[in-house]
T-cell receptor, first 112, second 114 residues
């Protein structure tokens, strides 16, 4: 199993541009989530999904959209990038009823 | 609301010395507790977790943590540090019984001196 994969690894955007961060998992996990990691702040939950077609907001959802059309994929869309969205983004998944989250390798985003 | 406090953003130990990373949490219900490790330019990897049962939990790479309800703590320890332990460590808490949201601490970066 590849586990949780994320693309791209690194991206530079200009303010106002849009883009989609990709996340896929091959473990048939029901739950998937997106976090951002900023220095001194740990990981903060952006959006999460408990199954295909079901998503909800986390702690810091503004400026981001998600959808979950399949169990495997959970893309994160930045609608109009801002410098405050410069961060490292992690996708994670876990099985329903399980406790352990499995993390992808991350996407480092720089917004100029 | 749940919260996690990790005491010390940076901890430095000598190789072979005891590692102690502190974590305190607040939760209105008995929580699940986790320690994750992040090596440079990588994602987070589960080190150990407490869900129920024995309060002393053993994890990978010789780490262990003890859940102390009376102190609302879940400190991470390792008797003898190795150079390869240098990484960032995150304590996290989540609800029991299907609650989804996991709250992470700010992280503690561990430095190991030769």
């Amino acid at each position: 199993n590849a586990g949780v994969t994320q693309t791209p690894k690194f991206q530079v955007l200009k303010t106002g541009q849009s883009m989609t961060l990709q996340c896929a998992q091959d473990m048939n996990h029901e739950y998937m989530s997106w976090y951002r990691q900023d220095p001194g702040m740990g990981l903060r939950l952006i959006h999460y999904s408990v199954g295909a077609g079901i998503t909800d907001q986390g702690e810091v959802p503004n400026g981001y959209n998600v959808s979950r059309s399949t169990t495997e994929d959970f893309p994160l869309r930045l609608l109009s990038a801002a410098p405050s969205q410069t961060s490292v983004y992690f996708c994670a998944s876990r099985r329903g009823g399980g406790e352990t989250q499995y993390f992808g390798p991350g996407t480092r985003l720089l917004v100029l | 609301a749940q919260s996690v406090t990790q005491l010390g953003s940076h901890v430095s130990v000598s190789e072979g010395a005891l590692v102690l990373l502190r974590c305190n949490y607040s939760s209105s219900v008995p929580p699940y507790l986790f320690w994750y490790v992040q090596y440079p330019n990588q994602g987070l990897q589960l080190l150990l977790k407490y869900t129920t049962g024995a309060t002393l939990v053993k994890g990978i790479n010789g780490f262990e943590a003890e859940f102390k309800k009376s102190e609302t703590s879940f400190h991470l320890t390792k008797p003898s540090a190795h150079m390869s332990d240098a990484a960032e460590y995150f304590c996290a808490v989540s609800d029991r019984g299907g609650g989804f949201k996991t709250i992470f601490g700010a992280g503690t970066r561990l430095f190991v001196k030769a």
